[in-house]
């Protein structure tokens, strides 16, 4: 606590020296997402995507938060503690926190059994349609055991379970209304870093003996029940929703907004049309909007231009190996060049994304090349060593400034060639049609997909492959996803807790738990023997990583030869992280910052100016804030 409040203190002397010495903090937020990312569900339990997390996060506390600087603090834990290395956790929870209906009605005591509930829920197959359950059913004794219980039980039967059966199975226990302890499977010295994410979050029992189970997997904002910071009192879909301050809040301590209003637009060009008329307090800037005001001194924005802080997403281009034509048979040609190794190699060497980077950050598109799959600050080994240094190491990648660092038009094009040989020998013939998915009503989606389109033109050739942008109008996963339309995706994952097996057991080839590889590219429907056995080696390397409890150090080397080995094979494409150019009128450093989790947009000690921040304010926010991590 005393070095947040340094930092305060400091940030609060630069803002003099920066002439904001007279800033008029914010009171009532305003800001925006794109109706590409309007929620689909108010169920945290059930949710693994931003679009609802960043919302919800507002909305219900868990176990456990973080600072600034991605620290553990307390949440509704107010202690924790392992005494055998990480076998056994026992979180103490904070007395009198209160549940609260849409209005802040309070509704019921927040207590240890409401964890119980909510982990039901997520190993609940017939609940939470394996949503949300990799991680517990990694680590925690009987998880996986009581998923597959429920998946063999007919729906009604598994929609009907109570607590009885699965406390008999899982390692979790409500020893008290206010002591929580979880069982492990073996010692795990992260476990803690997932109490900040939503897997283990609570929900209320009288709450879904209120709903009942339907009724909780279709809650909607005003049959939620609260516990966090904010409420959510208005939600008209595709056009806005507001969060209120709960004034029954149980952390008096925090700074918040009295409401925050999120705006849903089109594009980010409505987005910035609202800035300008002062309607919104932030933006992020497209490519065409921050080179008008980049390349105009006299721009009433110019000196107010802010590299925005990395989010804690890493972006890959996930290939689809079961693709479906639109009239649900197999894309035969698709399926069949997309396991071939030369094919995909032909994408990792011989594609230079310059220019698409050029459309997150058109100032510094470099500094958001993506090298590996698991992103940066997520863990060090003992001797400080970045985890992600540890894999470019292993694959002979060094960061670069000045060039996109893997691109090698000599090896792209000589397993192009190689690919076209072995493809055309299995009947194949070229281009090879693509198909790639953004909304129809996204024009900045649109446009970026047009540059994705161009750059395969100019790195591969369109003798090569065709990339066919087509549409979806509201839902990716209803229209695209479900159906397999698509041949490729580029998706981002942010880590849910410390520990790179978060990142890579998302690629595993036969588990359920594996999101990526379930819900995205369909490995397991695969039948071409050699990229099985590719992925079947892959997920060897990591089951051998993620056995190793006793030695962090050691654990961290092996999971970096299984992502290597993942890179080496082009199996995902590393493509980019988030670093975008902003207006804003909030400082990013005094925000929750954490490598992992679902705490990063919570709404709380953000220190603001209804002026807006300039360019100059954030360098000295950076340089404060490097100086205290110190």
């Known amino acids: 606590m005393k070095r947040i409040f340094a930092l305060l203190l400091t940030l609060a002397m630069m803002l003099s020296l920066a002439g904001t010495a007279f800033a008029e903090p914010i009171t009532d937020f305003v800001t925006y997402q794109t109706t590409a990312n309007e929620m689909e569900t108010f169920n945290i339990l059930y949710s693994q995507y931003a679009k609802e997390l960043d919302v919800l996060t507002n909305c219900i506390d868990g176990l456990l938060s973080n600072d600034n600087y991605g620290n ?42 409401d964890f119980l509930w909510g982990l039901e829920w997520v190993l609940n197959e017939k609940k939470n349609l394996a949503a949300n359950m990799s991680m517990p059913s990694e680590m925690l004794v009987g998880a996986q055991e009581y998923f597959d219980y429920t998946k063999e039980l007919p729906e009604a039967d598994a929609l009907a379970l109570g607590l ?20 492990c499977k073996a010692p795990m010295p992260y476990f803690a870093t997932l109490g900040s994410y939503n897997c283990l979050y609570p929900v209320s029992g009288k709450l879904l003996a209120e709903l009942g189970a339907e009724g909780m997997k279709a809650v909607s904002y005003d049959t939620l029940w609260y516990n966090g910071p904010y409420t959510m009192t208005t939600y008209v879909q595709n056009n806005e929703k507001v969060l209120t301050k709960n004034p029954t809040y149980w952390n008096k301590d925090i700074q918040t907004f009295n409401t925050v209003t ?34 105009s001194p006299s721009h009433e924005f110019h000196n107010h231009l802010n590299e925005a802080r990395p989010t804690k997403y890493s972006y890959q281009i996930h290939l ?51 090298y590996c799959y698991t992103a940066a600050n997520l863990v060090a080994t003992s001797d400080g060593k970045d985890y992600v240094q540890h894999v470019m190491d292993l694959i002979g990648l060094q960061p670069s400034s000045e060039t996109y660092t893997r ?41 970026t997909a047009q540059v994705l389109k161009q750059t395969f033109i100019d790195c591969l050739g369109e003798d090569y492959v065709v990339m066919n942008i087509k549409t979806f109008v509201n839902s990716l996963i209803k229209e695209v996803r479900a159906p397999q339309l698509a041949s490729f995706y580029i998706n981002g994952w942010g880590a849910d807790y410390g520990d790179p097996i978060n990142y890579l057991g998302q690629e595993t080839y036969g588990k359920d738990n594996a999101f990526y590889s379930r819900a995205y590219s369909k490995i397991d429907l695969a039948t071409d023997e050699d990229l099985i056995a590719q992925y079947k080696e892959f997920t060897a390397l990591v089951d051998a990583a993620a056995a190793i409890n006793d030695d962090l150090d050691a654990r961290y080397k092996a999971f970096a030869v299984a992502e290597a080995y993942m890179i080496e094979h082009a199996l995902v494409i590393p493509l980019y992280v988030n670093i975008s150019w902003q207006l804003t009128g909030v400082n990013d450093y005094s925000k929750i910052f954490a490598a992992y989790g679902i705490q990063n947009n919570r709404y709380i000690n953000w220190e603001t100016n209804k002026q807006g921040y300039t360019t100059e304010d954030y360098v000295n926010f ?3 804030y490097e100086e205290n991590r110190k």
């Open 164 to 183: 009885e059966k699965f406390q008999e199975m899982v390692g979790i226990k409500a020893v008290d209304d206010y002591t929580l302890v979880f069982t």
């Open 320 to 370: 689809v190996y079961d693709k479906k034509l639109e009239d649900g048979s197999p894309d035969v040609a698709w399926n069949t060049a997309i396991a071939n190794e030369a094919f995909r190699l032909s994408w990792y060497y011989g594609m230079d994304f310059t220019n698409y980077l050029g459309r997150v950050n058109a100032i510094n598109p470099l500094n958001c090349t993506n």
């Open 622 to 624: 950076a340089k404060v």
């Open 407 to 447: 691109f090698d038009a000599e090896k792209g094009a000589a397993y192009k060639q190689q690919a076209m040989e072995e493809l055309s020998a299995k009947g194949v013939t070229f281009p090879i049609q693509m198909d790639y998915y953004v909304q129809g009503s996204n024009q900045s989606a649109l446009d």
């Open 72 to 113: 553990l603090v307390p949440g509704l834990a107010e202690t924790w503690e392992t005494l055998d290395g990480g076998l056994t956790w026992t979180f103490n929870l904070r007395k009198g926190v209160k549940w609260v209906d849409y209005q802040a009605n309070e509704k019921a005591e927040v207590v240890a059994e």
């Open 262 to 295: 999120v705006k849903m637009v089109d594009s980010v060009d409505v987005a910035f049309q609202m800035y300008q008329t002062g309607e919104l307090d932030n933006v992020t800037l497209n490519e065409a909007n921050l080179q008008t005001i980049y390349r």
